[in-house]
């Protein structure tokens, strides 16, 4: 019988339709009676890591538990559990940890800016002996490192001497003495060039030329 607020009343039941809608051995496929365990859930996840997906994850507890209906869930539900895991934590969740953690340095720089003042003034970084003594409750020992300088040596100097300017080194060699001739001991020419030897190379030559003349003659 239909109300007038739309509800059902029933005044009696016959007995042939007075059973159960679904059968005890199936009750594990209603919607109502399906949920992962937090033990479950656990474990798709960790097999997700493996590159092991949800239906094989689904059969390992199938074979765990020993039987469909001890499983509690169906090979769907693990697929959902696995879409809406990827979609809460993306494809990687690296990238989503990284994220966490930039988004959390973001609020924190947000956070000083907004409490620190134009006036404010960094304090200066301790030195190591300061933070030691900090640390063992001393005082640091007063001493002081002097470095020794280095030289440099750039490209082109063999040595740590200055380069010279093409003056500098024309000069220099103007000053230079030049090496003696073998001949006459004389500088500014060597013994190919010695006057010395131009002047006997005459002599001689002129020596043979009047040879062969009083040769013709005879």
Known sequence: MLTDAKQYRIYAFEEGHNHDFV???DYHLLHASRKLSVVQEQLISDLSMMNIGPVKAFNIMR???GG???????AM?????RR???TFIGEYDCDMAVKHLLSKKEDQLKDMISKVDSSFVEKKALRKNDRFSNIVHEDPPSF????????IRTKGSGSQKRLKSYRELASVQKEKKGRACV????????????PTTRDVADVNQNTTKEHLETSQIL
């Open 23 to 25: 059968d005890k051995e």
């Open 63 to 65: 074979v765990r538990y």
């Open 68 to 74: 469909f209906e001890d499983v509690g869930v169906t």
């Open 77 to 81: 539900d693990c697929k959902n559990f």
């Open 84 to 86: 809406d895991l990827n």
């Open 144 to 151: 002081a490192t002097i470095k020794r300088s280095i030289g």
């Open 183 to 194: 001949i006459c001991k004389r500088r500014g020419h060597n013994k190919r060039s010695c």
